[in-house]
């Protein structure tokens, strides 16, 4: 069982920055994926950013350039630095970790962005 506890959601203005963070705990299987997700209000959750633990990362087209995913292996910990916030970035952020068994989510962060 894999436990995720996120930080670092806030209000913002546009344009501002916020840095997510969230660190994993429990698992007895090591963790190959470390992501965040997001929903916004009447939308469906997608993928934000996405690292392996070799340290390739991917992004959504939408945030490419603005965001930053990065983890540290040693703490089994990922950061999601955003900087030039837009009002359309508001939603609850998830991270999720996958391990060779299945997928585990944590409780999501809510980023609001104001205009």
């Known amino acids: 069982q894999v436990q995720l506890e996120e930080s670092g959601g806030g209000l913002v203005q546009a344009g501002g920055s916020l840095r997510l963070s969230c660190a994993a705990s429990?698992?007895?299987?090591?963790?190959?994926?470390m992501d965040w997700d997001r929903q916004a209000p009447v939308k469906q959750r997608e993928l934000v950013a996405s690292?392996?633990?070799?340290?390739?990362?991917n992004y959504a087209d939408c945030v490419k350039g603005r965001f930053t995913i990065s983890r540290d292996n040693t703490k089994n910990t990922v950061y999601l630095q955003m900087n030039s916030l837009k009002p359309e970035d508001t939603a609850v952020y998830y991270c999720?970790?996958?391990?060779?068994?299945?997928?585990?989510w944590g409780k999501g962060s809510l980023v609001t962005v104001s205009s």
């Open positions: 999720r970790a996958t391990t060779t068994l299945r997928q585990y």
């Open positions: 690292s392996t633990r070799g340290g390739s990362t």
């Open positions: 429990g698992s007895n299987f090591r963790i190959n994926f």
